[in-house]
């Protein structure tokens, strides 16, 4: 009857054939080690798959919160679209996937539009991954910035971003920091745009790219570029499930780690 099938998990698949390979070429013993065989594939075609669904979980959420974020002060500006564009570009998406990736981003513009559920996805693929949520929350905010400035509309969104993916608060600080030095005019005078903050090379900026205040000692200035560098790497990050067409954002993330640990090891003479 079909409601006592048996269903065979898919990552048992490798260590069957494996075992029964390994059974009919040198009985017992064959059979285990043609299962332990299976079992290497079993997990290898799982990690492949795993990331493959990671890197996807992170496409649709980004340009679904990067709609969101636009349209979080009530009206998505030129300036808002012609950033998500330049996203588009800098990541080489073209055909479906950029069709794809307007789809999402019109979803997030819209009224009834659920961050959380948006996010779940997401967050369950990247539950041991902090460094993907933390590339994830950075791309966010960098996109906030590129008008010169962020509403308290957009600042909440990023928040709730950071709450959701359990991003700590320092963290989520120093992202914001690293772009205004650590204050909380985010506009220049007059109202004219501004590039973002992370451009404007003041030393609060180079130790907020690190995560860091000025206080802290040379040894923990080493060890948070050492931390920082790896966590970054464009490889390790695709790996863990970055979409492979944002590693060039991952690699200008480590220019940035490289610049500001450049400059205040200039500040503080030491090699």
């Known amino acids: ?35 332990l065989l299976g079992h290497m594939v079993d997990r290898f075609l799982a990690g492949i798959i795993g990331v493959s669904s990671t890197q996807k979980a992170f496409f649709d959420a980004l340009f679904a919160t990067l709609g969101h974020l636009s349209k979080a002060d009530g009206v998505v500006t030129q300036t808002e679209i012609r950033m998500v564009e330049s996203l588009m570009q800098r990541m080489h998406i073209t055909g479906d996937d950029r069709q794809r990736a307007i789809r999402l981003f019109n979803q997030g513009k819209q009224e009834d539009f659920d961050l959380q559920k948006t996010l779940d996805s997401f967050a369950h693929h990247s539950m041991v991954r902090q460094d993907l949520r933390q590339m ?20 909440e969104v990023l928040f ?35 590039s973002p903050g992370r451009q404007m090379g003041s030393m609060s900026q180079a130790y907020a790219q690190l995560g860091l205040e000025a206080s802290a000692t040379d040894a923990e200035v ?36 490289n610049t500001a640990y450049d400059q205040i090891k200039q500040a503080r003479g030491f090699k």
């Open 136 to 155: 994830f929350l950075e791309i966010l905010v960098e996109a906030a910035f590129s008008s010169g400035k962020v509403t308290q509309a957009e600042h």
């Open 1 to 35: 009857m079909a409601g006592n099938s048996f269903a065979i998990p898919r990552h048992w698949w490798g260590k069957i054939i494996g075992g029964v390979l390994g059974l009919f070429k040198g009985g017992i013993s064959g059979a285990i080690i043609g299962a």
């Open 160 to 194: 709730n971003v950071a709450r959701i993916l359990r991003i700590p608060g320092q963290v989520f600080s120093a992202m914001l920091n690293a772009r205004t030095g650590g204050g909380q005019q985010y506009q220049s005078a007059g109202g004219g745009r501004r």
């Open 222 to 257: 080493k060890k948070a570029y050492r931390k920082l560098v790896s966590q970054y790497h464009p490889d390790k990050l695709v790996s863990h499930g970055l979409p492979e067409e944002m590693m060039d954002i991952a690699k200008t993330r480590v220019r940035e780690i």
